[in-house]
Nanobody, 122 residues
Framework: QVQLVESGGGLVQPGGSLRLSCAASRNIFSFYVMGWYRQTPGKQREFIATITSVTSNGTTNYADSVKGRFTISRDNAKNTVSLQMNNLKPEDTAVYYC?????????????WGQGTQVTVSS
């Protein structure tokens, strides 16, 4: 079992920046993929960005809506995954969740953080 704790959310004006961080309670080296998702009231949780492990070349993948504005990174030494968000728009307002996935005894296991609120408003 692992706990994921997000931080860095808050209120920002349109065009501004925020950096979200997700701290894991144990070494993240075994997580094949880590990522960020977001959810607004009444909608399904949507994919934002993922990054694979070092052994998989740290490949990143982004939703079209955030390409060129958001950057995901992972620091295996600090057991964290971060999301740098630039040029934020009101439609980026949501609760942002950290996710991690690993294979345990041949079965995929997924973990979620509790979420952090991001509000983009003037």
């Amino acid at each position: 079992q692992v706990q994921l704790v997000e931080s860095g959310g808050g209120l920002v004006q349109p065009g501004g920046s925020l950096r979200l961080s997700c701290a894991a309670s144990r070494n993240i080296f075994s997580f094949y993929v880590m990522g960020w998702y977001r959810q607004t009231p009444g909608k399904q949780r949507e994919f934002i960005a993922t990054i694979t492990s070092v052994t998989s070349n740290g490949t990143t993948n982004y939703a079209d809506s955030v390409k060129g504005r958001f950057t995901i990174s992972r620091d295996n030494a600090k057991n964290t995954v971060s999301l740098q968000m630039n040029n934020l728009k009101p439609e980026d307002t949501a609760v942002y969740y950290c996710n991690a996935r690993e294979v345990v005894l041949g079965t995929w296991q997924g973990y979620w953080g509790q979420g952090t609120q991001v509000t983009v408003s003037s």
